[in-house]
Structures are given as C-alpha cells and as structure tokens.
C-alpha cells in the first residue's frame, strides 16, 4: 500500500462546482487569488531554461567554439573570465563548453531511464489497474518487490551484473523506476476505470473493448507526458549520484556526475569545475519539476 | 608556470627544514600518531596482500630476514649475517637469537622455514609465491640458522627475502589460517603490535616494548619511539588534506600536488616527498600481441603521437618528473642512456600511421583503416586508480587525438573484468606500476613470459622474455646490469611499454612530526619505526 | 429599504449590523461581493437567511465570526455584537467570542467535524480551549450534557465514537453539541440540514427550535424557503450579495415585493405545478393581497395517453455481502420490486437515501445483475441476457444522472458527447446537423459545439447530458435525481424542459428522487421505496394526496412545505 | 487492520523469497561461469573449486536453488572472496554507522519538514514563496554535491565538524544534514500541500468557529490529517535514505554499508552486493509495515475495513 512519492493522480474526484461560484464557498480566497500570476514567472524561466538544454544537447557547438575533450595543457585550472567563461579544468579544458556538452549525456541518460521505466510501468499499470485482482495482486506485489530495494542500492546492484555504462545506467535506473510509474499508471487506470463516463459509455451500449480504448486509455495516456516531466528530474538525480560514483559513463564523457567526482580534488584551490555542473544539475531538475507541477496542476484542472 | 618554481621551492626549503629538526633536538619516546591513509588494505596479511598501499601498513608489525637500503645494498634485520653458495642456488642465514613473536613464540629457524613452506605450499594459494618459483625447500642447519635451498639460480632472491611479502608471521599465527582480518591473531615480530581494527575506519597498532633489535636500514634500534600508531582511511584526498589542517591526524600519505602548498608553506606542517625518485615508472603496458597494436609502428606512434613533459606538469604541477624507462631513475639499475631517447615526434608518429595504412578519417577526426577506427582501449581497474593518474591519461588521451587522431579508450573498468581480461590474455593497454623488488624481477613482472600480464599470452616477443630469463638466472652483476639495461631498451624501443612519470610519495605533516622517511624496498613511506613527535 | 421589526427588538439584541459590505483583496474586481447588508439578531429569535448558491449568504453569516475568509475586508456600521463595537476587536477578541458567543453549525458533518477525533473530543474542545472548566471530569460532564441536549441516545458510547461512525441525523446532532457546548448566545446555522433525508431534517430543525425555545438567537442560512418557514421569525433573501427581501416571515412569504423572492416562491415544484411551467410563474397583480398565494403558470403542452408496456420489472433483488473485515454480513439491498413502465408515462420513485432507488435504476440500467427476478425491456429479456445480447438495445434505454459533468469524457467537446451517442454513421455534415438540433431541442445552440463541459455552467451541463440521452432516440430514459445538484431556478427550468420534451417525444421516464415536490410536479405514478421494499404504489394524486402506509405518512409530513410551515408558526406563535 | 498487517508480512516474504530467486537467476543467467563472476577480483589456484565447492556448483540447477536458499534461511550468505571474510561478518560490522547515519537524518528531516510546513502553510504569501522555492533546491540538488559543499565550508574552512570518520556525534553532524536537506525539501513539500488541501477542509472553519487558536488547529488537527500523505511516502523515503546514506558515506568518508557497497560493486564482489540488497530490502519491508500500523493509528476510518 506504500504509495509512489506522488501527490496527483491517485486523487482528483471530480466536483461539480459552477466556475460562477468560485472563490465563494473556499473559507481560504487567498489559496486561489493571484495564484496563477506567480507560478509564470517561474514557469517562464523554467520553460526557457529547457529549451537552452535541449538546443545544448542537440547541437552543442552553437554555444561554445571550445573543444570538450581537449584543452590547453598550458591554461590549467584557470578561474573563469572572459576566454572562459566557466573557467578551465585541470586539464585546460573549458568547463563550459564541458557543462554544454555534457546536457546531451544527462538528459540522454535521464530520458532514457524515464523511458525504460514508464515503458514497462505504462503496461503493468495498465494491467494492474483493470478489474482483476490476481493480476492486479500480481503486479501490485511485483512493484513491492522492486520498490523495497533502495533505487540508488537496486541500480548499483543492477550495474553490478550488466557493467559500467550510460546505457546501463538508463536501464539500471529505469528499472529501479518502475514502481514509481506502474503505481501510477495503476492508479490513473482505476481512476478513470470506476469514472462515471465510463459507466455512461457502456450505457451506449459500447463493447469493454471498445470502451478501454476509447475512453479509458487515451485518458491514462495524457497523464503520461506529465508523469514523465514530474519524474525525469529525479531521475537526473539518481543518475548524477551513481556516476559520481563511478558507475556512469567513462571520462572524459563531460557527464554532470562525472565531472562533479573529477572536480573534487581541485575544489580546494579551483571552486568553478564543480560548481557550475552542479548548478546546472539542480537547476535542470528545478526547471522539469517546475514544469512538470504546473502541467500536473493544469491536467488536475481539467478533471476537476 | 610560475606558481610551480614557488611549489618546487616550497618543497625544497620544507625538506631541509625536516632534515635541519631531526639534526638538532633528539628523538623523545612517547606519543601516539594518527596517520591518513588513502588506501584500505585489503588483507592485513603480507603473503596475501596485492595492493602497494597495504605494504607499507604491513612493515610496522612484520620484519623480515634482510632490509634494503636505498643504495641496492642489504642490512641485517632478523638474520644477522647470510652467505650465498658458488652455484646460488643455497642461501644461508644467521638469525638472532633474542627475537620473539608478538604472541610469545619464539623466532628461530624452524619458524623461518614454517613461512616459506606454507607460502611455497600451492594449496595456500599465497600471492607472494611469485617470489619463491625458484624455492625448493628450507633446512634447518642448527635452531638458529636456516639455509634456504632453490631448485635454480635466482638472481632476485636476496631481494626477495628482503621483501615484506616474505615477512614472518608467528608459525602460531599461520596455522589459525585466515589472517586478511588483521588484530591481534596476526602476530609478527615487528616494532609495533597489530592491536585492533575497525573496517572502514581505522587499524591501530601499539609499541611492541620488548622490540630491542631493528632493521638495518633504520635510523635507530631498539623499541619505537610512538607508543601507538592509528591509521585513518581516508580515500578522499579533500578529506585527507582537510583532516590534516583541521588536526584531526598528524600525518596524511597522498597529497596531492594542487593541495601541497598548504603545508609546503603553511606554518606548523611540513612536506615531504620520496622516494628521492622512485626506483619504478608508472607505465602503459601494450600488449604488442592484439591488433592494431601488433603493428609496431602504431605503438611507436602512440608513444611519439605527444608531449609528455606539459602533461606530467599540468597534472603533478611540477612535483614528479616524468619518465624515460620501465626503472626509476632513483634505482640503480636505471637505464640513463634511455633519456631523451623517444618521445614527442609527432611528424613522424603521423607517418608511421600513414605508413601503417591508417589513412582514413571519420566524422570524429579519427584515424580509420578499411572502415575501422584506429582505437586502442586503456582497461584501468577502478580500485587501482589513484594519485590523479586517470586525469593523467586523459591528458595523453586528448593529446593523441589531437595529433594523430589516435583513439586511446580509456575504460575505468572492474578488477573483476581485468581479472577476466588478464585470464585470457585479451587486455589492450594496463596502465601499471609495479611493486617494486629486484629490476630483474621487475622486468620479468612486467614482460617475462610467466610475468603477470604475459602468462596467459601464447608467445610473447622471443627476444625480450629470454633476456630477462637469463637476467634473473644469471649471478654476475655486470651481466645482470647489461641484460636489465638491453631488456629496457627494447622494452621502449619497441614500445612495448611507454614509460609516463616516475611517482614519488608526498607526506604532509604536522611540524612536530620527526623522523619521517621513505623505504627503498617498498618504494613507499616507510614504517612508524623511527617517528617520533617532539614535546612542544 | 424599509424592514419591519418584531417586537422581540425591544430586547438587546445580539449583533446589530448595518450596511455591512464584505470584499476580497484581488478577487471580483476589489468589488465588494457582499453590500449594504442589515442584520439584527435578537435572543430567543430565529432570523432566516435565504439565497441560491453563490448569494453571498454564507461569507455574510461568517463575517459575524470575522470568518469570511483571509484578505476578507468587512466595512460596517454599526457593527456591534453584544453591544461592543466588533469593528475595534483585534484576533484575540474574536476568539475570545467564538464558541462562547456566537457558535457555527455547518452543512455536512461528515466533512465539518475532525474526522480523526472522536465526538467527544469535538464537543468537549470549545470547553477546554476556553478554559471554561478545567477539571477533565466536570468537562466530560458537560460534553455528555450537551449531547444529551441535542437527543443524542446514550451520550456516554456516542462520545468514544468517530463521525463516520454515526448515522447522518445523529452526525449532525453531534455537530450542533460541539457549537453549542458553550452556550453561545447566537448560533449561526449554515445549511444545517442540506444533506439530511427529510425526516431526519426536521428533527434536526426540531433541535434547532429548542435552543431558540432556550433563549438562543439562531441565524439560519437556507437555500429553500419551505426549510425556514416553519422555524424562522423573520426573512432576509439575498442575491448575488445584495438584499432583495426581507422582513416578517409571513409578510415575505406571503406578499413578497422583489420578483426574485415571487420566482424563488414559485418555482418550488408541487402538486399545483403539474402539467405547468415552473419557470414561467408570475404573480397576477391584485392577488397579492389575499393571503393565499396566486401563482400563475402556462400549462405544458398536451400528453398522449400511456401506450405499451416499455419496461417491466418482476421482483427483483439484490444483496451485497460486505469484505471479510466486516465479517461477511450480508445486505440486502433490493427485495422483491415489481413495476413497469409505459410509453409516454412518467413514474416516479421516491424514498430517502439507502433506500436502494439507485440500486434498482443499475439494476435497470443492466450495470448490476439481479440476484432474482428479471427486467424485460420492450418485451425482451434484459437483466438474464449477457451484456452482448443487450448491446442491441442499448440505446431504447438511455440514462441521466445527478453528476453530469463527471458523466463526461474531460477530452471530448460538447459535439462529441452527443455524437457519440448517435445512432449510425451518416455524412459528417448531416451528424453535425442532428447534434445541433439536439442542443437547440435542449435550448442550446451551435455556438455550444465546441465547449468542454467543465467550461459549462451546472444548468448547462444537464442540458447536454439530456441531449445525449435523446441523441439515441431512446423509448425510455432513467433520470437519477437529476436535478437536485442544481439551484432551484434553474432546477425548475430543467425540469420545466424534461416536461416538455417528454410530453412532445412521449418518451418514458423512470424518475428517481428524493424531493418528493418534484415527483409530484411531474410524475404519473409514483413508488415508495423504503428499506430496499416498495411500500407503496400507485397514481401520484392517490398515493401523495391519500397515503396509507405509515411511512409514507411521516414522509408527507416532514416535507417542509411554505404553507403548512406558516401555520405551524401561527400556531407556535 | 491486522489483516492489513499479516498480508504486509506475508507479502514481505513473497518479496524476499522472490528477489532471493531473481538473484538466484541472475547469477545463472550471467555470460561467463559463475566461478569467474564470483571469484570478480581474485585470482589464485584453488579459489574456483573452492566457490564450485561453496555454491555446490557440481549438482543440479534445483538442487543449487534450494541449496543456496537453506543457505540464505541459515543466514550464510556465503564468503566475499576479495576480503577473504564471511559475508555476514562485513556487512554486520558496517551495519551500526548506516543505521545511526540514515535515523539520524530522517528525524531530523522529519522535523525540519514538519516545523517548515506547520509555520508556513496556508500563510503568507512571500513566506511560503520563499520556503517552498528553498526546499525546490534543496530536493533538486544532489546529495553528494551538497555534502562536498557542507564539507568545505563548515570542516575545512570553519573547522566547526571533523571531516570524518563515525566517533561521536560530531562526526555525525555534517553527514546527517547532508542526507536530510533534500528528503526535508521533498517532505516538507508534500506536507505543506496535505496542511493547504486540510485547512480548506470545512471542519477547520468549525474547529475556527470555536475560537481555538491558529496554531493548535494546526498542531491538533490539521497537522494529523497531513501526516497520512507524508506516511505514503515513508516507505520511499526510507530506501532514499539508504540509498542516500551510501553516497553521504562516500562524500565524508565515513565507514558503513555504503563504503562497503561501492567497495563491492567496483570489486565485483557479489556475494557482499547481494546481502547489502537484501538487508536493505529487509529494513524496508520492516519499515514499511511499522507504518501501515502508524497509518492505521493515525486514520481511525481505516480500522473499520
């Protein structure tokens, strides 16, 4: 019963409240006054944000001239200023043309980890959440099996058998994943399972098939981008985490987590390569779970 | 560039000061020394041990027969005087009389042969066996000398008696077996007793009182001067350099070079570095047998493709020089005429691959032949990496790209997937620096035909295995000293090992920390024997 | 506005308001939602608050408590509660005021008391916190008192109980003990009996009238004028924050001024309205002064005559057993019902919640299968065939439910919930055609095409679901309380549109209600349901207007009804 | 509400026996003999026949699985050939540090989230602004960087902590903020939203009509309503804080399970990795059942059904 760390769809029952009324009958206004104006802001900054990311990991090069992997023997660890911009590494080479090359990696990685999980999640929810209870046992206890392992330790473990590597790490940590999504999933298909909609649809004299889907499915699906961003930051994280410990990819991959474990030494004397690809981590995961919180807050919106 | 010359300084003036302390105020017995380490052993137990970084713990309760001194030469330790017979295949020892095992054992020639039996024995599956192939048996003469008989010569043998992982444990102690765990069932006869230890936390040894003999190598005899030592792991150099700083320990082993002027200059520590060189490079090993690395003229341009000496600074700021040959330049058998002799050609390692038929390129800039890129993995076994050396490699890794558009993969790897890789002989390039021992048995280590990175490869270069062969047979030391230098010559010439830098070991200290020094024979800091801490 | 006093005035009263205006930092505009509102509340005197949903009403009462809500600006003068001038008291003192002065009865006591603490708890809280007494022993006396006070049987038990562990009744009983454990000298009632089954509503009004009887002043806030007719004093009717009415009881009742007041009057449905226009009411001038209400109303158009059997419905029951928790007991839910339906006919079922109405319409529905009995649809088996051999008929039998919006695939527009219940393919073009004809069926038009229904207002979404039904073409509709989420404006105009179109397409309607008014607006024939057995059925005029079986008796009689409740007040009077 | 807990318990062993098996498979579905896989670093004559010989690696594949399962019953989890030491002996050794890091962490996030949000839920704009924008970084920023960071400021350069090692509390301090902050971030969001959707409930303005002070409605009632969300959430936080607790050991060189774990990971040392897991999945069944008692403590509606 230990539910996924997920706030939004397994409750949402939809009231009837004439949008005349609105702001009436809540004892706390203030809860929905000015409300929305707030969130843009940081809405805005976190879209645009993204959308650096995702240009900086299909073409890096439109945002540095510095070559990632090699640099200037002789310009070792200098500070940041104005030939580099996030200063260099040990090596002379540039940390932000490494912190632009390396988004391609972290948000490759976390896409892909988020991928494998929902994938899998996506379909045992799904079954899960139809009204069968040996199924539905089954797999529920599957997701306890698999969310009673630590998600970093179950990775590890995972690493462990298939090596080192990005592909392995997306899998590893997709697999660790996939209670988190199938829960949801899960509760998402029962939601809409039991919706009176679906009930009416069957009054229309619509097959179980027919009625999964047309109305079921596709309204588990729209769930789907939302669950992703919500859950693609943590991922980022987990990721991150693992190749700081060396379980990612191979230097000199400019991947966040590795560059983080390689700036450590030098932090004493040199702060800038490891600040800034940690900035960049936390703020990539700030910018999804932003927009992935509005989106949720959006599509709750429309149920309710 | 700069800051570097004030480095050196730095470290120059830090040593004189040190050396100046121990010249005027005599050592005083007491105190107790928490030293940082970086690396846990892991076995406490010297005939098992394989890691570099567990010897040099292990010295400060295992003595053994003979100590090395810096110049090549020996000492008596335990024995007091040993002869070697005319055919070198019987070496006797004279052993003293007054030693005693840390559990009350006596020490004495039936316990000497007990050691070199039981890691003889195949079935105790000891590590150091690689040091007694040529071992036979052990007799015991009278209850105080012990002649221990080979089956060949072994030129290396003298050394190897001298070696810690021949160190002697109380026959008591061996027979409970199993001693990786440390504590006090690991009983040697050493200056210091092996009181407790906490796994990834600490190991702590207190003064064995009763030690009144001592290495030869060593400052002083008799009973140490600390009445307890503690080793902290500290894996994390930050760690290591903060706990110092922050007085959480006297003494930290692997500063590293971006942290040494914090104590180069800094009031109240002092820094220390040694060997004075080390006696043994950091080297690539390439296996000459795999494609494309059969091809010679590709592992020459790997070893010319870049300019080693900016790397080496960049990395070590200056601290370590970088290297010529397989030998150290502080080891005698060091072959000089070897400097200056390759390296940093990059025209010409252009066209050896020209030559070689690497004339494409592909979309990344590499070199490609018939399609296949022109890419040679560096397998490194993570619990291995240590001391900066992965950025190292990065360095020549970027290096060789840029000018010859070689792909050198470094893979930071599991052991168990070298120890895979090594079994069946299909590792690519291993980026090594050898225990150190006899340079005959260095070589053989390295590139002999039973070496550990060559016996389970089919038929290794002809040429070189049989010189070191006869190298390590051999008992004349003119011989010996053309064989080693012809073996490190070829060894480069046909690269079969590019040499990178000489490491030496830097010790950061608490200023009130004396005596502290480095061992020849493990070419690592040197045990808690002759520390002592001045009374402020 | 001139309002006319009771003589209970010369007393002190207990808040005296005048032109009281309430707004929101940010909200509607910094326009005030609530304006130029009075208010006197007398001790012993029951003050009636009467208004749809949205009227404003409620922010109004909870300003008395300075609990309209955060950012509320209230401006008033005077506004003095117990003759002390509320506008200077800080937090503090209204605190000090809460619970001992004025105390607040809410709608639903499932939601509006602690869930996770017992009765107890709850009633014993305003005691503790004002430290009224101290001694935990005398405080469990006075809890069990109070609860004494409002019927609550064994106090002792009850008090070790959870909210979801009473019955609806005893539930709002125990809310009213914990608002008046302190003996306030006002009690503001919020909807106190909304979501109460008639006969437990008038207990509860019962409780109510005893703390008056007690000396209490009582404001009472109520969407339906017949609920506080019987109970209150004197009448305040507001609209979207304004006062449009308000004055004796009677006087309002009977000759109200403001056309809203004449419409909310009018457009309760009853035996008068059958066959007529709820929404269309008006007064007749000169009829006001009898005292007799003159309501006039167009009629709906005529009806044909009840024509073959649709629906026929042969003892069925149902029982469900309850998960091991519980230990397997088994309820019955349904026993023996047998009924049918007509082509062209209206029947209605009435009875109170858990009665198993919506039980049967699932079972009609063909979402439930029977445990005995059958249910034939036009003269075929429904309820003993397989969902597949139903499927053929499945649009001869249609369904409107309470909850419209949620009856509503949130992706679709308002086009494809009634396209896709269409019967057959036909060109885009004529499919488009039909939808919009439907819509303006349902006083919609085109414009309404492609509008996702949450953007729709609840008279508007009920209007759709009803299109949907029809697109099918069906011979029969089951209606469950299909208008009781809705104010009684527009509650009238849907029914008023049902009427009609039933009366024009001469479809059948299985009605389900509790309201038994609006059964007798529009119902041919009526079921009683109570405890899952038909007690009594029949024509609606003999079974309302001559009931014999007892239960049907208590229902008539604890139906608030304007009239009645007037002379109920005469009487106490 | 003891069915609920039996079917935890019951389900518990379904979840062991199951990942014990997965495993099981796992090792056997792995290229290359599992004495290589086993033996991971080692290398000396004798240590295959001695795994063969462990594993009962002659018999038959079901007669290994029952083997190793009565194996795992007897609570042998075999030897770790790299430390030349039982497995269980290891682990056990490490388990203390891990245990007291990963509490530790968890009350005090715990309270700091409960602190957070019963001040700043339902109240000020810029107040809550602030807070929830700080727990936004604070959840979204790695652990270990945030530990490095801990680390320079406060033991290097203020020299307020020991840089390491597990004696006394004081070596405790840094670790322990360093893996709650992000969890406190997480939580004290969750709560915060669960304290919001509560005060909006309509039983908080009756709780108000009693003239009951603001912050007694949210320390008896609102506060109890918002724990059952973050009780959810417990089991998850739980393997956060384990798996947290690995990273932080690294960061401050502190021994425990972590260091163990990476230790074995890079060693290849799968007999340690596999009881590491399965201690951890232990823990959280464990865990996670004390909390469906808790919710069930908490929700008096739950004890009915």
């Not at chain 3, 909304?194 to 009004?205: N, Y």
């Not at chain 3, 405890?531 to 139906?559: C, F, M, W």
């Not at chain 4, 309270?111 to 949000?117: H, K, N, R, T």
Request: some cysteine; overall charge neutral; proline content about 6%.
């Amino acid at each position: 019963m230990t539910a996924p760390s997920h706030r939004a769809f397994d409750t949402a029952v939809p009231l009837d409240v004439p949008e005349d009324l609105a702001g009436f009958e809540t004892p706390h206004p203030s809860a929905t006054i000015g409300g929305p104006r707030r969130v843009r802001l940081g809405l805005i900054l976190s879209g645009v944000f993204v959308a650096f990311l995702i240009a900086a990991s299909i073409a890096p090069s439109l945002f540095t001239h510095f070559d990632p992997l090699v640099g200037d023997f002789s310009e070792g660890l200098k500070p940041p200023g104005w030939a580099h911009l996030f200063g260099t590494d040990r090596l002379g080479r540039d940390v932000f043309a490494r912190t632009v090359f390396g988004t391609r990696y972290s948000l490759l990685i976390g896409f892909g980890g988020v991928a494998v999980g929902l994938g899998a999640g996506i379909v045992l929810g799904i079954i899960a959440g139809q009204r069968n209870r040996i199924l539905d046992e089954a797999v529920s206890r599957l997701f306890d099996m698999l969310s009673s392992f630590p998600g970093v330790l179950l990775a590890m473990l995972i690493v462990t058998f298939l090596g080192q590597g990005m592909l392995n790490i997306a899998i590893a940590v997709g697999i660790a994943g996939i209670p988190k999504f199938g829960r949801v999933v899960r509760a998402q298909t029962q939601l809409i399972r039991d919706a009176d909609y679906v009930t009416q649809a069957a009054i229309y004299g619509l097959s179980r098939w027919q009625v999964f889907i047309r109305h079921v499915l596709p309204n588990v699906l729209v769930a789907i981008p939302i669950i992703a961003t919500v859950y693609i930051g943590s991922t980022i994280l987990i990721v991150s985490g693992l190749s700081f410990l060396g379980l990612g990819p191979q230097p000199p991959t400019p991947e966040w987590g590795v560059m983080l474990a390689e700036s450590r030494d030098v932090l004493r004397v040199a702060w800038w390569p490891g600040v800034f690809p940690g900035l960049a981590i936390t703020a990539t995961v700030i910018a999804f779970s932003v927009i992935g919180n509005h989106l949720q807050q959006r599509f709750e919106g429309r149920l309710a | 560039m700069k800051k570097n010359n004030l480095l050196m300084g730095g470290v120059a003036i830090a040593l004189l000061a040190t050396s100046a302390a121990n010249a005027d105020d005599k050592p005083v017995s007491g105190g107790a020394l928490r030293w940082g380490v970086t690396t846990e052993p892991a076995c406490f137990d010297p005939h098992y041990a394989s890691q570099q970084a567990a010897f040099f713990v292990a010295r400060n309760y295992i003595d053994s027969l003979i100590a090395k001194k810096t110049d090549g030469t020996f000492a008596p330790w335990l024995a007091t005087e040993w002869s070697i017979s005319e055919d070198g295949k019987e070496y006797t020892y004279k052993l003293r009389e007054d030693v005693v095992f840390h559990d009350g054992e006596k020490f004495d020639a039936a316990a000497v042969k007990a050691n070199y039996d039981f890691v003889k024995k195949p079935e105790n599956a000891v590590t150091a066996v690689s040091l007694l192939q040529a071992y036979d048996h052990a007799e015991v003469v009278s209850p105080y000398v012990i002649k221990l008989v080979l089956s060949t010569p072994d030129s290396s043998f003298l050394e190897s008696t001298s070696n810690v992982k021949l160190g002697l444990i109380s026959p008591k102690s061996l027979a409970k077996g199993d001693l990786c765990g440390g504590g006090r069932a690991l009983a040697g006869t050493g200056p210091f007793v092996f009181e407790n230890y906490t796994r990834g936390q600490s190991a702590v040894f207190a003064r064995n009182v009763g030690y009144n003999w001592g290495p030869g190598n060593a400052a002083h005899s008799g009973p140490a001067y600390l009445d307890r030592v503690t080793f902290r792991f500290l894996p994390e150099y930050a760690v290591r350099t903060g706990a110092l700083t922050s007085g959480q320990v006297d003494l930290i082993e692997g500063v590293q070079p971006t942290d040494a002027p914090l104590f180069a200059e800094q009031p109240g520590f002092k820094l220390l570095t040694g060997p004075s060189g080390a006696s043994t490079s950091f080297t690539f090993n390439i296996n000459y047998t795999r494609p494309p690395a059969d091809d010679v003229r590709v592992r020459r341009a790997l070893r010319d493709g870049f300019d080693l000496e900016p790397i080496v600074k960049q990395v070590y700021l200056g601290t370590v020089p970088r290297a010529w040959s397989i030998i150290g330049p502080a080891n005698p058998a060091y072959n000089k005429a070897l400097v200056g002799s390759w390296g940093n050609d990059i025209a010409g390692a252009n066209k050896l691959l020209d030559e070689a038929g690497w004339t494409g390129r592909d979309s990344e800039g590499f070199r490609t032949k018939d399609g296949k890129r022109l890419s040679i993995e560096v397998g490194y076994p993570q619990p291995y990496v240590r001391d900066n050396r992965d950025i190292l490699i990065q360095g020549v890794q970027a290096a060789l790209r840029k000018n010859v558009g070689l792909d050198l993969n470094l893979r930071l790897i599991t052991a168990g997937e070298y120890a895979k890789n090594n079994a069946n002989g299909t590792w690519a390039i291993y980026p090594n620096t050898d225990n150190p021992s006899d340079p005959a048995r260095e070589l053989w280590d390295m590139l002999g035909s039973k070496g550990f990175l060559y016996s389970n490869i089919p038929n290794p270069d002809q040429e070189i295995t049989s010189q070191i062969d006869e190298s390590l047979r051999t008992t004349d030391p003119v011989r010996k000293r053309q064989l080693t230098d012809a073996i490190q010559k070829r060894g480069v010439d046909q690269a079969f090992i590019v040499p990178l830098f000489a490491p030496s070991w830097f010790l950061a200290a608490k200023s009130n920390v004396n005596g502290l020094g480095f061992e020849a024979g493990l070419d690592s800091p040197s045990s808690a024997y002759d520390f002592w801490i001045a009374k402020k | 506005m001139s309002s006319v006093w009771s003589q209970k005035d010369r007393v002190a009263p207990i808040v005296e308001v005048r032109g009281l205006s309430i707004g929101f930092a940010g909200a509607n505009g910094g326009k005030p939602i609530v304006t130029d509102f009075d208010l006197t509340v007398s001790p012993g005197e029951c003050v009636a608050l009467v208004g749809e949903s949205g009227s404003g009403k409620s922010i109004t009462a909870r300003s008395l408590l300075n609990l309209a809500g955060e950012g509320a600006r209230t401006a008033a003068h005077p506004f003095e509660i117990m003759g002390r001038d509320a506008r200077s008291f800080g937090e503090a003192d209204w605190r000090k005021l809460r619970g001992t002065v004025t105390g607040l009865v809410m709608q639903d006591a499932l939601v509006s008391l602690d869930p996770l603490r017992t009765i107890g708890q709850e009633v014993a809280e305003v005691i503790s916190s004002h430290r009224i007494l101290t001694d935990p022993g005398a405080i469990r006396d006075r809890t069990l008192e109070t609860l004494g006070k409002v019927g609550i049987p064994n106090p002792a038990d009850r008090a070790l109980q959870y909210a979801h562990q009473l019955s609806g009744g005893l539930r709002q009983r125990a809310l009213i003990a914990s608002a008046i454990a302190a003996d306030p000298d006002l009690i503001i009632a919020d909807e106190p009996t909304t979501s109460l089954d008639v006969t437990v509503q008038a207990q509860v009004l019962q409780v109510l009238a005893e703390r008056i009887r007690e000396g209490a002043g009582l404001l009472l806030i109520s969407h339906d004028l017949a609920v506080v007719a019987g109970i209150a004093d004197r009448v305040i009717v507001m609209r979207n924050g304004r006062v449009v009415d308000s004055g004796p009881t009677r006087d309002v009742l009977t000759h109200p001024r403001h056309p809203y007041t004449r419409q909310l009057i009018a457009a309760v449905p009853s035996g008068q309205s059958r066959g007529s226009r709820l929404a269309s009411a008006r007064f007749e001038p000169g009829a006001v002064d009898t005292t007799a209400l003159a309501i006039v109303r167009e009629p709906l158009p005529q009806r044909q005559a009840a024509g073959a059997v649709v629906l026929e419905v042969e003892g069925i029951a149902k029982s469900f057993t309850a998960p091991k928790a519980v230990g397997r007991t088994k309820s019955v839910v349904l026993q023996d019902i047998s009924f049918d339906v007509r082509a062209g006919e209206v029947v209605g079922i009435v009875g109170e919640s858990g009665s198993g109405k919506s039980t049967c319409a699932k079972i009609v529905l063909g979402l439930l299968p029977p445990d005995e009995g059958e249910v034939r649809l036009l003269g075929e088996p429904w309820s003993s065939v397989a969902e597949a051999g139903r499927r053929r008929l499945r649009r001869k039998l249609q369904y409107i439910p309470q909850d419209a919006l949620s009856s509503f695939d949130p992706r679709y527009r308002v086009k494809d919930i009634v396209a896709e219940n269409l019967p057959g393919s036909g060109s885009r073009g004529a499919r488009r055609e039909r939808i919009v004809s439907l819509l303006d069926l349902v006083g919609l038009n085109a414009d309404y095409l492609d509008r996702l229904p949450r953007s729709l207002s609840g008279g508007q979404r009920q209007r759709v679901s009803i299109a949907r039904a029809l697109a099918a073409e069906p011979s029969i509709i089951v209606c469950d309380e299909p208008v009781s989420a809705l104010d009684i404006c527009i509650q009238a105009q849907v029914l008023d549109l049902l009427a009609e179109l039933q009366s024009r397409l001469g479809t059948a309607l299985l009605f389900i209600s509790h309201d038994l008014g609006v059964i007798e607006h529009l119902c041919d024939r009526v079921l009683v349901f109570q405890n899952g057995r038909i007690v009594e059925q029949g024509a609606t005029e003999d079974v309302l207007g001559r009931p014999q079986h007892a239960y049907t008796k208590s229902l008539l009689a604890s139906v608030p009804d304007i009239q009645r409740g007037l002379r109920a007040d005469v009487a106490a009077a | 509400m003891w069915s609920r807990i039996i079917s935890r318990l019951l389900t518990s062993l379904v979840v062991a026996w199951a990942s014990v098996t997965a495993t099981f498979l796992a090792l056997h579905a792995l290229p290359g003999r599992i004495q290589d896989i086993l033996a991971g670093d080692v290398e000396y004559p004798g240590l295959r026949e001695a795994i063969a010989a462990e594993w009962g690696l002659d018999q038959s594949l079901p007669m290994q699985y029952f083997e190793f399962l009565s194996r795992i019953l007897r609570g042998d989890f075999g030897t770790s050939y790299v430390l030349r030491q039982p497995v269980i002996e290891v682990v056990g050794s490490q388990l203390l540090p891990t245990v007291e890091l990963a509490l530790t962490a968890g009350v005090l996030a715990i309270v700091i989230a409960g602190l957070i949000a019963l001040l700043t839920a339902g109240r000020g704009r810029l107040s809550r602004e602030l807070a929830s924008f700080v727990e936004l970084v604070f959840a979204s920023t790695p652990v270990f960087w945030l530990g490095i960071l801990l680390l320079m400021a406060f033991s290097f350069n203020l020299r307020w902590f020991p840089v390491s090692g597990a004696e006394g509390w004081s070596s405790l301090v840094l670790p322990a903020i360093t893996l709650a902050l992000p969890t406190a971030g997480l939580l004290t969001q969750v709560l915060r939203e669960a304290m919001e959707k509560t005060l909006d409930q309509p039983f908080v303005t009756t709780v108000r009509s009693r003239g009951v002070g603001e912050f007694i409605i949210r320390w008896r009632h609102v506060l109890r309503h918002a724990l059952l969300p973050a009780v959810t959430l417990g089991g998850w936080l739980i393997g956060g804080l384990l798996g947290g607790a690995v990273i932080t050991e690294k960061v401050f060189g502190r021994p425990g399970l972590g260091t163990v774990t990476l230790g074995a990971v890079l060693t290849h040392d799968v007999p340690v990795v596999l009881t590491v897991v399965l201690l951890a999945a232990f823990i959280h069944v464990a865990a996670s059942t004390v909390l469906d008692i808790l919710y069930v403590l908490i929700d008096p509606r739950l004890r009915a059904q």
